[in-house]
C-alpha cells in the first residue's frame, strides 16, 4: 500500500545478468583482457569481478519471516534491475520512490565509464547493487532492519510505495532521484 516501505540487502556483483553490455563496454570498447586489473575494480581482475558469485538471500527471508514481519512483498533483482523487478510485485496504481543513493560494487561503474553506458541503461539491465527488496509497512522497518543486521546483512532503505498513474508503464513505475 501507498507508504510501505522498501528495505534492499546488497548484491554481490552482476549476479549473472547483463553480461553482453558488460564484455561490450570492457573487453571491446575499452579492450580489457579478463586477466587485466584496472583500479577501478581495487586489485580484483576484470574476471573475477565478472564472476563474483550471485548471493543468495534465503537467510534474511528467513530472519524477516520469523521476526513475524508483514512482508507486503518480495523481490530478488536479476535481469531488468529495479525497473525490471520490483514493480512485478507492486500492485496497479503503485509504484516506488527511491529515496537515496546506495555503494555498488565497481564493477558497474567500470561497466559505465568503460562502455559510456547512461545510467538509464544500467538501471534497465543490471541489479546496480540492490541484490533483494522487502517490502514491508513503516512501522515495521525498524523490526525489519533489526532482523537483518542480527543475520549478518546491511539493510538499507531504498524508497516508500507510492500512488501513481494508472496508465504509467510498467517499468517507469520506479521513480529515481534527480
Request: aromatic content about 6%; charged content about 25%.
Given at each position: 500500500?501507498?507508504?510501505?516501505?522498501?528495505?534492499?540487502?546488497?548484491?554481490?556483483?552482476?549476479?549473472?545478468?547483463?553480461?553482453?553490455?558488460?564484455?561490450?563496454?570492457?573487453?571491446?570498447?575499452?579492450?580489457?583482457?579478463?586477466?587485466?586489473r584496472?583500479?577501478?575494480?581495487?586489485?580484483?581482475?576484470?574476471?573475477?569481478?565478472?564472476?563474483?558469485?550471485?548471493?543468495?538471500?534465503?537467510?534474511?527471508?528467513?530472519?524477516?519471516?520469523?521476526?513475524?514481519?508483514?512482508?507486503?512483498?518480495?523481490?530478488?533483482?536479476?535481469?531488468?534491475?529495479?525497473p525490471?523487478?520490483?514493480?512485478?510485485?507492486?500492485?496497479?496504481?503503485l509504484g516506488?520512490?527511491?529515496?537515496?543513493?546506495?555503494?555498488?560494487?565497481?564493477?558497474?561503474?567500470?561497466?559505465?565509464k568503460?562502455?559510456?553506458?547512461?545510467?538509464g541503461?544500467?538501471?534497465?539491465?543490471?541489479?546496480?547493487?540492490?541484490?533483494?527488496?522487502?517490502?514491508?509497512?513503516?512501522?515495521?522497518?525498524?523490526?525489519?532492519?533489526?532482523?537483518?543486521?542480527a543475520?549478518?546483512?546491511?539493510?538499507?532503505?531504498?524508497?516508500?510505495?507510492?500512488?501513481v498513474?494508472?496508465?504509467?508503464?510498467?517499468?517507469?513505475?520506479?521513480?529515481?532521484?534527480?
Amino acid at each position: 500500500v501507498e507508504g510501505d516501505v522498501a528495505i534492499a540487502l546488497p548484491a554481490s556483483g552482476l549476479h549473472s545478468n547483463g553480461y553482453s553490455l558488460a564484455r561490450a563496454a570492457l573487453l571491446d570498447a575499452r579492450e580489457l583482457e579478463l586477466g587485466s586489473r584496472p583500479p577501478e575494480l581495487r586489485g580484483q581482475t576484470v574476471g573475477e569481478a565478472l564472476l563474483t558469485p550471485t548471493r543468495l538471500y534465503p537467510r534474511a527471508v528467513q530472519a524477516v519471516l520469523a521476526a513475524g514481519i508483514d512482508v507486503r512483498a518480495m523481490s530478488h533483482v536479476t535481469g531488468g534491475g529495479l525497473p525490471g523487478n520490483l514493480t512485478r510485485v507492486l500492485p496497479e496504481g503503485l509504484g516506488l520512490r527511491v529515496e537515496r543513493a546506495w555503494s555498488r560494487a565497481p564493477i558497474f561503474d567500470l561497466v559505465k565509464k568503460a562502455g559510456s553506458v547512461d545510467e538509464g541503461e544500467m538501471r534497465r539491465t543490471f541489479n546496480v547493487g540492490v541484490g533483494f527488496v522487502f517490502v514491508v509497512p513503516a512501522e515495521a522497518v525498524g523490526r525489519a532492519d533489526e532482523a537483518l543486521r542480527a543475520a549478518g546483512e546491511a539493510p538499507f532503505v531504498l524508497g516508500r510505495a507510492v500512488a501513481v498513474p494508472s496508465d504509467r508503464p510498467f517499468e517507469e513505475r520506479v521513480e529515481w532521484p534527480a
